[in-house]
């Protein structure tokens, strides 16, 4: 498994029902989360390894883990073209 990115510190963010909301504070770019995309941050934000947010993750959503592990690349990319986390 490939390890995690960081988040930039200028990056604030808050859950709003079911999506997540990231502010870039520098930028004033405003990024939402569908509801899969805002539990992988909770659990990102949280700290946890990749390994441990794929384990949650596959336990809660309906995917199968090859999937999982796609769409979780695809997001890091996305973030990290977003100035939201570095390293991806």
Do not use: C
Not at 4 to 19: A, S, T
Not at 44 to 59: D, K, N, Q, V
Not at 65 to 86: C, S
């Amino acid at each position: 498994m490939s390890s995690l990115p960081q988040r930039n510190p200028d990056v604030l963010f808050r859950r709003l029902d079911d999506e997540m909301v990231l502010v870039h504070m520098k930028t004033n770019e405003i990024y939402a989360l569908n509801p899969t995309g805002a539990r992988f941050w909770e659990l990102f934000a949280e700290g946890l390894p990749r390994e441990r947010i794929e384990e949650r993750l596959l336990a809660e959503f309906e995917v199968e883990h090859a999937q999982l592990t796609a769409e979780i690349d695809a997001l890091l990319a996305d973030l990290e073209r977003h100035d939201l986390v570095a390293g991806a």
